[in-house]
């Protein structure tokens, strides 16, 4: 769980212009795993360069909250929350404003690419346990919640996978680091469905001009392309061709 | 509750009435034990245990706080239990039930009593600043018996921990991060649990097993074979038979976690 493997398409290509060393289009080393736990009806396990994510999916399964059930299509919950151990100073174990927040957005991030009208009056649960943060935690969870969603053989339109692109001393770059996501001036998690680009999360934190909006935008969707390769490979890995 | 089919309550209870199990172990044979360390690099401690199909992760934080009035010269361990959602249909989100309580407050029983951490030498100054160290069990995969894997977690992640130094320079503590030190260790101590079914105790109750048990006995044991904490739970009874039956397996079974846990961290000296 804790070897980081650096796929060679990462490997750092030109010069260095960031703390990490990496180019400003280069995400960090990323690692991929699908279905992993026994239990869980899907799962996945990424390595996003420190971050450490797990996710466990359940469902499509009957709803055991009334209110929750629609008579024509399944509902998809999530529930993004921090090891207390995944943090510098421990964090308090149990939600709080930024994890509520934080599931909100992911399970509408992929609800755009989920068939649920095949499973009326149900639920799907999507568990994003965050082990380790490093900055660029909601978009890994994203990323690693299609894989399991996938794995859970959720018939889907698309896979959704998320990208971080923001504003670094004065530079638009890929992927922001915990490092770089303090001391920026901009950060903007995106996620798309990548077959045809089009945009499922979206939210900047920070100043930018309207040019340095739209070289993110392409950032990001570019290095959403990318991961989106990593996680079709895990998928392989799992089930062959 | 998992409702387990009637069939397989049969089946099992007359495999082990036939001294046999469904998934081929002997009665008092653990599954496969996996150990890792060091797998949350924020973490001060860190260890991963897969038994069998259970998962879970324990990771260590300390910080430093007030020592208790009664306790002036002693840290603090604080022990936190997750059953995550992720780990089981039946695992709710929200604030620890009864059985997340049971199971830190088992472990916590038996870490503390054991005395293998020497609270101590967990004291910076007597009365005012002493290390706390919170222990967060995070469950992620449960098929059966957490006492058991949460107590080896638990005691390799404390292996796996290392501190600060910390020292007062003119009332204040400095800490030198640039020379950790391994915890105050002393003595170890592990868990085994058993079920009881029909009439045989049976070592690591698997899920199925666990949920047609008539009762569970936890027996945490130090390597010398003495025993610093129990806990009985289930709603049927056992005889004093069974219990000395269960000590006996343990003391037999405690130098297979024992090699397995010093396979993967070695106590440092």
Redesign the interface.
Same mark, same amino acid.
């Given at each position: 769980m804790i070897i980081i493997i650096t796929p060679d398409e990462f490997k750092r290509v030109s010069q260095a212009t960031r703390e990490d060393g990496r180019a400003p289009d280069e995400i960090r080393p990323l690692k991929i795993e699908a279905g992993i736990l026994e239990r869980a009806d899907g799962s996945s396990y990424l390595e996003l360069g420190g971050n450490k994510i797990l996710v466990a999916v359940y469902g499509p399964r009957e709803a055991q909250i009334k209110r929750l059930q629609r008579p024509d299509r399944a509902v998809i919950r999530c529930r993004y929350n921090m090891a207390p151990f995944s943090v510098e100073e421990r964090k308090r174990p149990g939600p709080d404003r930024r994890s509520v927040e934080i599931s909100k957005i992911t399970a509408e991030a992929l609800r755009p690419a989920l068939i649920l009208e095949r499973f009326p009056r149900s639920v799907i649960d999507v568990f994003i346990e965050v082990l380790e943060a490093e900055g660029g935690t909601r978009c890994a969870g994203i990323t690693a919640a299609s894989v399991a969603l996938a794995d859970a053989g959720m018939p889907m339109k698309d896979m959704v996978v998320a990208c971080a692109a923001g504003k670094v001393n004065g530079r638009i770059v890929l992927d922001l680091s915990e490092e770089e996501d303090k001391r920026g001036e901009a950060d903007m998690p995106v996620a798309i469905l990548p077959r045809n680009k089009e945009i499922t999360l979206l939210q900047s934190d920070g100043n930018l001009t309207q040019e340095e909006f739209e070289e993110a935008l392409d950032l990001a969707i570019k290095g959403c392309l990318k991961i989106n390769k990593i996680q079709k490979e895990a998928l392989k890995k799992k089930y062959g061709e | 509750m998992d409702i387990v089919p009637e069939i397989i309550r049969e089946n099992i209870i007359n495999l082990i009435n036939k001294k046999e199990r469904a998934d081929g172990r002997a009665l008092d044979e653990f599954r496969k034990i996996f150990i890792?360390t060091?797998? $949350?690099?924020?973490?001060e401690g !860190?260890a991963?245990v897969k038994l069998g199909?259970t +998962?879970l *992760?324990v990771? $260590?934080?300390p +910080?430093i706080g007030e020592p208790f009035p009664d306790t002036p010269n002693m840290g603090i361990i604080i022990t936190?239990s997750?059953l *995550? /959602?992720?780990? !089981? /249909?039946t695992f709710e989100?929200g /604030?620890p039930d009864e059985r997340s309580i049971e199971l830190s407050r088992v472990v916590d029983r038996c870490i503390r009593e054991s005395n293998m951490l020497n609270l101590e030498k967990l004291c910076i100054v007597e009365g005012s600043s002493v290390w706390l160290l919170?222990i967060?069990l995070?469950i $992620? @995969?449960? @098929?059966g018996n957490l006492f058991d894997a949460a107590v080896l977690a638990t005691v390799a992640a404390l292996r796996d921990t290392k501190l600060p130094t910390a020292k007062i320079e003119e009332d204040e503590i400095i800490l030198d991060y640039e020379n950790p030190q391994p915890l105050p260790l002393e003595d170890t101590a592990l868990m085994c649990t058993f079920a009881k079914i029909g009439d045989q105790m049976i070592l690591d109750p698997s899920l199925d097993e666990e949920e047609i048990l008539t009762a569970r006995l936890s027996i945490g044991m130090r390597p010398d074979g003495t025993i610093c904490a129990m806990q009985k739970g289930g709603e049927g009874s056992l005889t004093k038979d069974d219990i000395l039956k269960a000590i006996d397996i343990t003391k037999g079974r405690i130098p297979q976690l024992m090699e397995e846990l010093d396979k993967t961290i070695p106590q440092a000296r």
């Open positions: - | 890792e060091g797998v $949350i690099t924020k973490a !860190s991963r199909n +998962q *992760l990771g $260590i934080k +910080q936190n997750e *995550l /959602p992720m780990a !089981s /249909p989100p /604030p919170f967060d995070h $992620i @995969d449960y @098929d």
